[in-house]
């Protein structure tokens, strides 16, 4: 059964830093690409940065300078590490691993976690 847990959430000042870590269980991420998003109230869930298996990394442009994203194979995690934060990076932040480009049927399933919330706020 794969899962993907969140951690790191918290409130922070404008400006200051946060890091999110994603590990997952009952899969191995190396193979695939991995992906963070968010949801902010009454807002739909928006792509914030992906990494490819072999490090790549494409970033949302209002995240791009301040947000990097990283991958620990030896861990199995996906992490985010979120600089230089504003009121308006206020939301629910999501792993997610999308294996439909890569499985048909059953095995290709999109893979969300349970979210954790960052709230940046003087």
């Known amino acids: 059964q794969v899962q993907l847990v969140e951690s790191g959430g918290g409130s922070v000042q404008p400006g200051e830093s946060l890091g999110l870590s994603c590990a997952a269980s009952?899969?191995?991420?190396?193979?695939?690409?991995v992906g963070w998003y968010r949801q902010a109230p009454g807002k739909q869930r928006e792509l914030v940065a992906q990494?490819?298996?072999?490090?790549?990394?494409d970033y949302a442009e209002f995240v791009k300078g301040r947000f990097t994203i990283s991958r620990d194979n030896s861990k199995n995690t996906v992490d985010l590490q979120m600089s230089t934060l504003r009121p308006e990076d206020t939301a629910v932040y999501f792993c997610?691993?999308?294996?439909?480009?890569?499985?048909?049927?059953?095995?290709?399933?999109?893979?969300w976690g349970q979210g954790t919330q960052v709230t940046v706020s003087s």
């Open positions: 990494i490819t298996r072999d490090g790549s990394a």
């Open positions: 997610n691993l999308d294996l439909r480009p890569y499985y048909l049927g059953s095995r290709g399933a999109n893979y």
């Open positions: 009952g899969i191995d991420f190396l193979p695939y690409t």
